[in-house]
């Protein structure tokens, strides 16, 4: 006889299951990995499911989140093991646990997997992961983790430079050697895009020295040039 599938016996089924290789740590939160976690519950209970809340909105639209007046967000899933069900909610959040107002698409399907991952573990995979979660971390854990989020800005930042300034500085200096042929408008090119020039001396002075350097050449250049078309001319009036 077929033993009668319980709260009990899922949780002690999948409860015992080793989840230390499949985690990961971003900021405050601690991810399991959802294909794996999916996976694992498939090899004991293959007939298991799951469904998303549905919210309409204010419009009559159909939403699969449910939004708040601060534009924050939220998740609901329900988990459906042989007839026992669980349900679980996750608000959209950055990876500093923080909630994120008008989330995008992308932001929101994590949050749903993440839900699920949760629900899952209301049934005893992995719940171990979110123990003391909900719990205010102490000092030391605090200053930690700001020393860490202020190390990945940090290197979000360099990694940024390459991308964004550097291009930037690039181009300008192409378009005033190249297009740029009167002082005038070698001046008018630096004052509209003196805003990002100024953002640039900020993050990379070495980038905006190298810039002005190139512009002072090229100013220099136009400079000597009109002084020599004006000898010229003197030249031809006293022949």
Known sequence: M?????????????????????????????????????????????????????????ENNM????????????????????????SMWLPVMDYKNNAISNPNSRQVSDAKMRCLVKCIAMFGLGHYVYAGEDLPPSSDEEKETEKTEKTEETKETKEELPVNYEKFSESLIETATLMEETVSGL??????????????????????????????????????ATEEVATEEGDNEDG
């Open 63 to 86: 939403n699969d989140t449910m939004f708040y007046p601060d534009g924050s967000a939220s998740v609901f899933v329900t988990m459906d093991i042989e007839g026992l069900t669980r």
């Open 187 to 224: 001046e008018s090119l630096w004052k509209s895009n003196k805003d990002t020039i100024k953002e640039l001396k900020a993050k990379d002075e070495e980038l905006y020295k190298k810039l002005v350097k190139a512009f002072a050449e090229r100013r220099s250049q136009m400079e000597n």
């Open 2 to 58: 077929t033993e009668k599938v319980t709260y009990g016996t899922v949780w002690n089924e999948l409860s015992q299951v080793d989840c230390s290789e499949h985690t990961e740590k971003k900021g405050k939160l601690t991810y399991l990995s959802w294909a794996w976690a999916w996976g694992v519950l498939m090899e004991h209970y293959p007939t298991a499911t799951y469904e998303f809340g549905a919210f309409t909105s204010e």
